[in-house]
């Protein structure tokens, strides 16, 4: 039995939808509305933060409002869960056998993580340059193989690519974000530019992989983006660890 705490516009929890829809693993979604999060999800299920995503594997079937058995395995942070699921699910070489590409896919990884997110979140919510985001999405694609995924076949290092690079596309086509519609224009042509022309090949290669089909629900992302975005211009919170003062309109 494996159950997964998740919310609709985080790519954290996307990440391991993802793997799980790699894996053809069975398995149950109870979402956290985290703009409304009830008080049972960190009292009872992650006490650590009340965090997305969150994995239970073992023990009964779970509903909303119940905690976990005791004996039941309780896994937070998205990319341990990853590793997790690799371990549990060997056929579905959801890493590669072979350690340098193994190394290759975890530090793909770190720098999605200590780059792209952190570059993401300045952009959308705090004013950051857009180049700065195109920056580092031109550096990611710069290691991408010439076809394929990030380290050939597809891997966990995709797990945690494709979430945050639909959202990119989706939000600067939607021109949703702490930015103008001028800014959103300039990177939609510019992603759609040579200047990232293997990028995109990757996009159109990740959007049309079944995981992707069946876990990316743009219109419901938007949705809770848009009560994200929301909470931030009226109460200036950024994400549970960052709030800055109310922004003026
Ligand atoms: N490093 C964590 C990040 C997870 C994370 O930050 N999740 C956010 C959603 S984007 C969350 O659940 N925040 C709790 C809240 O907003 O109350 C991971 O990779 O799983």
Known sequence: MITLYAAMDSPFPHRVLLALEEAGATY??????????????????????????????????????????????????????????????????????????????????????EKLIKTLVGFLFLGALLENLLAILEELQAVLPPTGFVVGDWSIADACFIPALVRVRSWLEAAMGNYTLEVAKEGVKALHSPRFARLQKYYDDAKARPSTEKTWNEKEVKLSFARRMDRFYKTGIVNSELRIPVPSA
């Open 28 to 113: 149950d979604i109870i979402w956290i509305d985290l703009m409304n999060k009830e008080e049972w999800f960190e009292k009872k299920v992650n006490p650590a933060g009340g965090k997305v995503p969150f994995l239970v594997y073992g023990g009964p079937k779970l509903h909303p409002g119940e905690a976990p058995s005791t004996d039941a395995v309780r896994i937070s942070e998205s990319r341990v869960i990853l590793e997790f699921l690799a371990d549990i699910f060997p056929a579905a070489h959801l890493l590669p056998s072979d350690p340098v590409l193994r190394a290759r896919a975890r530090r793909f990884i770190t720098t999605v993580d």
